[in-house]
């Protein structure tokens, strides 16, 4: 079965300080994983995914197979940052390739 | 902005009644899922639509039960409403076939509250 993890579900961290918000999953195969984002009352939406190796508003995040982690990371928080982050774990093409979400870490950057 | 749309945005119910939720995909999307997403939780996936056909269940049981109409909008239904039934209810739509496409966007949800 599919699970992902994240064990933080509240992180604060001043405004320029990095920040890392935890996510672990357990899949076996390859999964895509990816983050979704929610700031206050939007709608989710998302921010980054593995295969596009891309940085989004400053975010970046790695794929450690050996780790089966996906952890988001930017080194300067900004108080714009504050949200709710969702780390998603996504089947491989063939099925209905739903998504599996974490519980959520509600990230506030204090000024 | 995505173009997901969801009608009723709250709605509350009583045990046992009967409620249908209302998506209307972004353009050119032609597979919509749904998820439910309790207090504190996740979103969790319910069922996905292809093609006005059921291609995916998540551990939901039969009273959940879904439509996919040939503009692509769809419904989500559920019977027999019980207490834990009160959640975000969240759309989603994607292009691209049965496997879903790359990228899944989300409506902003209905509310429903079950009393």
């Known amino acids: 079965a599919q699970r992902v993890t994240q064990p933080e579900k509240l992180l604060s961290v001043f405004k320029g300080a990095p920040v890392e918000l935890k996510c672990n999953y357990s899949y076996s195969g390859s999964p895509e994983l990816f983050w979704y984002v929610q700031y206050s009352r939007q709608r989710l939406q998302l921010l980054l995914r593995h295969i596009s190796r891309e940085s989004i508003k400053g975010f970046t995040a790695d794929l450690n197979k050996g780790e089966t982690s996906f952890h988001l990371k930017k080194p300067f928080a900004q108080e714009e940052d504050s949200a709710m982050y969702y780390c998603?774990?996504?089947?491989?093409?063939?099925?209905?390739?739903?998504?599996?979400f974490g519980s959520g870490t509600q990230l506030t950057v204090l000024p | 902005e995505t173009g997901v749309t969801q009608s009723p945005t709250h709605l509350i119910k009583t045990r046992g009644q009967q409620v249908t939720l209302r998506c209307s995909s972004q353009s050119g999307h032609n597979t919509v899922s749904w998820y439910q997403q309790a207090l504190g939780q996740g979103p969790q996936f319910i069922f996905q639509y292809y093609r006005e056909e059921e291609n995916g269940r998540g551990n939901f049981p039969p009273r959940f039960s879904g439509l996919q109409f040939p503009n692509y909008s769809s419904e989500l239904n559920v019977n027999a409403l019980e207490l834990d039934d009160s959640a975000l209810y969240l759309c989603?739509?994607?292009?691209?076939?049965?496997?879903?496409?790359?990228?899944?966007?989300f409506g902003e949800g209905s509310w429903l509250t079950v009393v």
């Open positions: 989603a739509s994607s292009p691209g076939g049965a496997s879903g496409g790359n990228t899944i966007y």
């Open positions: 998603a774990l996504r089947g491989p093409s063939g099925s209905a390739r739903q998504l599996t």
